[in-house]
């Protein structure tokens, strides 16, 4: 039996290997031919308002019989007022006990259904998800229900989540790229803008947490009139309506929900480098994050920073990782983005090199930053990075989730959904002119504030020599307190 499988295994694969020794040997000096973008066939999306004014947007994708029901609530970390972690901390006590359930309980019910139930909180706003089956939608919008709208802030539960935030945060002390991270934020955003501290707090906020703190707090944020629903999948509008209306649309306000703060962007306050040490004795690697704030979503920049932070940093043949990682060997990646929110966020290069290469890294760093600023880009390495940011566009679209978290994303930034191919021509349209100037006005070649968290012993001397900036070395408690 054995022999005659093996028989049967050796003439199936004969052809394929007879064609693959007739097949023409293949050339690895040619860079495959770039594909090209073209308009991109956008979804419909149908508009739909409960009757307490919870707005709610269906796009009918009936591929497989799945739905995900995004919700969106408005305000976000920017409610906090002095009490950093708050948002993020009463979005993580949703699921942790709502209406009749525990958690135990709550989780056991999602897992019957084959359902898949979070919440989260960002700068902007809060976020319930939920992914099921058609035939457990019901079902499954009962829990989510539940946990919007009747949570239970148990004083243990809240306890036992504080205490568990509390280890956390001691033990991010030990992490040297959170240090890094935390550091640069405290740093480059003055003290009262969202993103000077970090999202989960400090431990003198999370200390002071308890349970009737939370559920006022949740109180003042969680409104109906800052709400709206976005859902992708084999649903219709008319049907998503009948299943929202008896679960949602007796939604009302608890009491007078809190005001959003405008934020006040004050310019960047100083004109050189600066670079900040965070000792760490003993590390086989230094963690660097360079940057300074970024720009702004909406500004008719952002098709051309894309492209010019492509060739920079944001892709695997970005000339910062060719240069660091596959020509110098200094790291395993290194990167730069910029932080993208209705609130501009940073311009951040960041990477994780060999202790002894540390001065070396800066160097090559300020080099390539320099470079791009001060030299047109080659045609073809702007041809490899248009094609790489607008082809890049139809992945985003290619599962419920994702395309919930494309409309919820535009919508915060009030751009219909057709911007998107208006996106991809503004991409098509960047010239080499753009990205020079782009690059000579976003890219701190000789602003950065610099952060490196490594074994200053080892490390500082040689950061000193280079003389690039005014160096102050950082404690570790005034950091990640």
Known sequence: MIRKQLIMLAAA?????????????????????????SKFNLPPVANGKLANGVTMQVVEHHALPLVHVTLVVEGGSRLEAG????????????????????????????????????????????????????????????????????????????????????????QRRD??????????????????????????????????????????????????????????????EAEMRTLLAPRFGAWKRAGEPFAIPAVTVKPFDHDRVKIYLVDKPGAAQSVIQLGSPGADRLGIDYPAIMVMNTILGASFSSRLNTNLRETKGYTYGISSRFAWAPIPGAFVVNSQVRTNVTDSSLVEIFNELKLIRNAAVDPKELARAKAYVALAVPGRFETNASIAGQIADLDMYGLPLASVNDFVARINAVTTVDVQRVAREYIPAATATVVIVGDLAKVRAGIEALKLGTVTVLDVSSIAR
């Open 175 to 236: 992490q040297p790229t959170q240090l890094a991270v935390l550091a640069f934020n405290q740093i480059v955003f003055p003290e009262g803008h969202p993103y000077h501290e970090p999202a989960d707090g400090d431990s003198a906020s999370t200390a002071a947490l308890d349970s009737a703190r939370v559920r006022a707090f949740y109180q003042g944020s969680f409104v109906p009139e800052r709400a709206k629903f976005v859902v992708v999948g084999d649903v219709t």
């Open 83 to 170: 009490q950093p972690g708050l948002a993020g901390f009463t979005a993580r006590m949703l699921t942790e006990g709502a209406g009749t359930r525990d958690a135990n309980a709550l989780q056991s019910e999602l897992g019957f259904l084959g359902a898949q139930l979070n919440a989260g909180a960002g700068a902007e706003s809060f976020t319930v998800q939920l992914s099921v089956a058609k035939r457990s939608l019901a079902e499954a919008l009962d829990l989510m229900a539940d946990v919007v709208l009747r949570p239970t802030f148990r004083a243990e539960n809240v306890k036992q989540q504080r205490d568990l935030r509390l280890q956390s945060l001691l």
């Open 13 to 37: 694969c004969a052809p394929i290997t007879a064609s693959a020794q007739n097949a023409a040997p293949l050339d690895r000096t040619i860079v495959p031919a770039l594909g090209t973008s």
